[in-house]
């Protein structure tokens, strides 16, 4: 004697869409949308360059009849700790907009992922540029002068630097993504469970 075969339950249509990963459309209505961040984030380079040059370190010369001569630190050790500096301003920077970018609650996704490198790449260009603008080398005439002293400028030394404020947003959102309840993100709007 055998058993009828046991029927399944009919599957249910889900009454949220909006859960899965709805392409190209999306990732385009995300970069829309996210025109404004792309801009905040660039702008938040102008006080990172602020804090670079105000903690960056700087070598001081003293102006001779035979040329300038350092007092204290070492050129080397000066670039070194600017390098320094400007990785752990634009690392803090990064990770700041990344987590507050979780907050925009309409704007979760691949886009805004792509928002976020670029405009961690435009705020650690506008950093850098900033920084070197409020700290200039000595000009020949200040050079010339005997007896003064004169400050280095601030320069970067290291390109690679650039890239820390786009891997800290990223990462900072990507901690918010892993931490995330349902599968939607937790978008505002819509009903984002997962279907079941």
Same mark, same amino acid.
């Given at each position: 004697m055998s058993t009828p075969p046991l029927e399944a339950p009919p599957l249910q249509a889900s009454s949220s869409t909006h859960a899965f990963w709805q392409g190209w459309p999306e990732v &385009?209505? *995300?970069l829309r949308g996210g025109k404004g961040l792309l801009l905040a984030f660039a702008l938040t380079g102008i006080p990172a360059g602020l804090l670079w040059w105000l903690l960056a370190p700087k070598a001081v010369y003293r102006i001779t009849d035979e040329g300038p001569v350092p007092v204290g630190r070492l050129v080397a050790e000066v670039q070194a700790g600017a390098d320094a500096v400007l990785v752990? &301003?634009?690392? #803090?920077l990064g990770l700041l &907009? #990344?987590?507050a970018s979780w907050r925009l609650r309409s704007r979760r996704g691949v886009g805004t992922l792509i928002v976020l490198a670029v405009g961690g790449c435009l705020a650690s260009l506008v950093a850098w540029r900033f920084g070197e603008l409020l700290r200039r080398p000595p000009s020949e005439a200040d050079l010339a002068d005997v007896g003064s002293t004169v400050t280095t400028g601030l320069t970067l030394g290291s390109l690679p630097v650039l890239a820390a404020t786009s891997f800290a947003a990223l990462l900072g959102y990507l901690i918010c993504v892993l931490v995330a309840a *349902? *599968? %939607?993100? %937790?978008?505002? %709007?819509? *009903?984002r469970a997962a279907p079941g």
């Open positions: &385009v209505q *995300d752990l &301003v634009l690392l #803090g &907009v #990344g987590l *349902d *599968d %939607g993100l %937790g978008r505002a %709007g819509s *009903d």
